[in-house]
């Protein structure tokens, strides 16, 4: 009697230890065959799943290690996928004393032809930032989704308006009329947060789009439908940080997963440590281990299961949406060496590929540190192709706000800050910009002039670089309540039905808006066609002092593009004999950009309207 209970009892403890495993997650969910990096880390997420052995039987893919955590309901594999391996599926068996207990069938698709030598975003074209919450809504029934915390409210601006992958969709032939050759949008991975989650900064699933945007298949009819007008598109990524209700903060795989784990600390923001060869340890870990902010722990990317899973994420999106290039939040913020590893990783797999991060510094040595090919004096090696030009923003705010009849104000400052280029590996990699999502709208910050309006978009057209464009720019957006990020990413306007302004169709926008509207689409549509804006080289000519007058010129083959800035309130007679000379020798004409008059040059002598500028193509 004593034996059969005992039996019992263990045949009830089999079936309750066996009803206790499940199998939850699989990121990524699939992969490709004939990748340039055979291996694969795959994190294996369910209750207890750690009791299980995981089998692979196909041919090509060997299980070569599995790693177990301090979390009983993970195990990360690591694959080999050899170059022999046939696109296909598999089941990937969990096993307990060699029963299958457990099971999932995992695919090898095959890459399409050519992804491996994708071509990434370049100086030939215009990047068009959109915040999708903010931009239209294509689609009010995902405004409120189920499982999702926050809802819909447009009246409130630091929530959720709407906007969706759908809005964009619909505008694509706006996107494309405008001149804008690549989309940047901010993140549309899931954001699940339970309040002011629109921006999309504070991922919650690192594989999936937040259903409020659309899904997955939205993503991918997107990037298809811009690639088909010839519009690139760039994805958004964060390595520093996720969202405070992500879903693996309930069950954390090991003690060091995210960085002050037990009690978070907030980040100096000090970045000047990652070069400061005064440092203190302490303020180096300060600086890239505290969080932003208590919704957003700070991930630690010196353990080597998270460096891996941010990696394989990154290729993924890229492989599975087609992307021509990655805008990377935070470039310094994270561990740095990862930073690089992560980069080096992503460009041998895309040697075509393109990346630009975020450096938010004024100070254009401490940007250039970052970039390809620097020699850094501490010989930290980047593999980051391009970077923002935050000190280009500043500077053009201030020559367009200052009075330039003071010694260093005004248009000098152009001057000044691009004589700087020599700090950097490849000037031509920079992106430019005149405003973002994360500052005051550019009219604003001009306080509200129209002609330093265009002034500076002439200039961010022409100079080096690769020019990035906010949504509403174009048409004047401003923020004059307040510096809240809420009103800087405030609807475009027409984006939702019943708006009384309709942007898209130039309908109620004023008078000043319509001129800027056309103005733009006018630069960038030219810009398009600019060889010597998308390659040539520059020069540029030091403003006289107090003169109020910066010429700048690009040049390539034979043809060249002579901008000449002109904030004075009169008319300018400006010579030309020393711009013959060095660029422009024998030629007689030009055309105006904007007018699309022929300018005579003959005599040597151009005017340039007060608080104006003057943008000629000529042939050389």
Not at 9 to 21: E, H, I, P
Not at 111 to 137: C, H, W
Request: glycine share 6%; hydrophobic share 35%; net charge negative.
């Amino acid at each position: 009697m004593r034996a059969i209970t005992m039996i019992l009892m263990l045949m009830y403890l089999s079936v309750n230890t066996f009803a206790k495993n499940s199998l939850d997650r699989v990121e990524p969910a699939f992969w490709w065959v004939g990748m340039n990096n055979p291996e694969l880390q795959l994190l294996i997420y369910g209750e207890n799943i750690s009791e299980l052995k995981a089998e692979i039987e196909y041919p090509g893919v060997t299980l070569e290690r599995r790693v177990l955590v301090e979390s009983p309901n993970y195990q990360f594999l690591y694959l080999n996928i050899d170059k022999s391996a046939k696109a296909g599926s598999f089941d990937i068996r969990f096993t307990r004393k060699g029963k299958t207990a457990l099971k999932y069938s995992y695919e090898l698709k095959a890459r399409k032809d050519g992804s491996a030598a994708r071509e990434g975003y370049n100086s030939s074209d215009v990047m068009y930032l959109i915040t999708p919450d903010r931009f239209a809504n294509g689609n009010p029934g995902n405004d409120n989704m189920p499982g999702m915390k926050e809802q819909a409210n447009r009246a409130d601006e630091n929530g959720r308006h709407g906007g969706d992958l759908e809005g964009i969709i619909n505008h694509l032939d706006y996107i494309e009329d405008m001149g804008f050759t690549t989309l940047w949008l901010n993140p549309v991975m899931e954001n699940n947060m339970t309040r002011t989650s629109y921006h999309g900064y504070a991922i919650t699933d690192f594989y999936n789009t937040d259903a409020r945007y659309g899904t997955n298949d939205d993503y991918l009819r997107l990037v298809k439908e811009a690639g088909d007008k010839g519009i690139k598109v760039v994805i958004d990524m964060i390595m520093n940080h996720c969202g405070s209700e992500h879903w693996w903060m309930d069950d954390l795989p090991t003690n060091d997963w995210v960085n002050f784990q037990d009690g978070w600390k907030p980040t100096t923001h000090l970045r000047e440590t990652n070069m400061d060869p005064y440092a203190s340890d302490y303020d180096k870990k300060m600086h890239s281990d505290g969080w932003f902010v208590e919704t957003m722990p700070d991930l630690n990317q010196r353990n080597p299961l998270m460096a891996d899973y941010l990696i394989y994420n990154t290729i993924w999106w890229i492989e599975y949406a087609d992307l021509s290039g990655i805008r990377m939040d935070t470039y310094p913020y994270p561990d740095k060496q990862f930073m690089a590893d992560w980069t080096i990783h992503v460009m041998d797999e895309y040697p075509n590929f393109n990346i630009v991060g975020e450096e938010w510094s004024v100070n254009p040595s401490i940007v250039a540190y970052w970039q390809k090919g620097k020699q850094n004096h501490d010989g930290y090696i980047s593999d980051m192709p391009g970077v923002f030009d935050f000190p280009l923003q500043e500077s053009l705010v201030k020559a367009l706000n200052e009075d330039d009849s003071h010694w260093g104000q005004g248009l000098i400052r152009l001057y000044s800050t691009l004589a700087n280029d020599f700090l950097y590996a490849d000037p031509m990699e920079l992106v430019t910009f005149p405003d973002n999502h994360d500052m005051s709208r550019f009219y604003t910050q001009i306080n509200e002039d129209l002609d330093m309006f265009k002034m500076g978009l002439a200039y961010i057209s022409v100079v080096r670089g690769i020019p990035q464009i906010y949504y509403g720019t174009e048409i004047l957006m401003t923020n004059p309540n307040s510096d809240s990020h809420g009103e800087i990413r405030s609807d475009f306007p027409g984006g939702w039905d019943g708006d009384e302004v309709n942007a898209f169709k130039g309908e109620g926008l004023s008078r000043d808006e319509k001129e800027a509207q056309e103005f733009v689409k006018t630069l960038l549509n030219w810009r398009k066609e600019s060889t010597a804006v998308h390659n040539g080289c520059t020069k540029h000519f030091a403003p006289a002092s107090t003169s109020g007058i910066y010429t700048l010129f690009r040049y390539h083959d034979n043809k060249a593009v002579m901008l000449i800035m002109n904030k004075n309130t009169e008319e300018k007679e400006i010579t030309l004999e020393n711009y013959r000379k060095e660029v422009i020798g024998n030629s007689t004409s030009g055309l105006d950009v904007i007018s699309k008059e022929k300018i005579d040059l003959s005599t040597d002598k151009v005017l340039v309207d007060g608080r104006s500028f003057l943008l000629l193509e000529i042939e050389l």
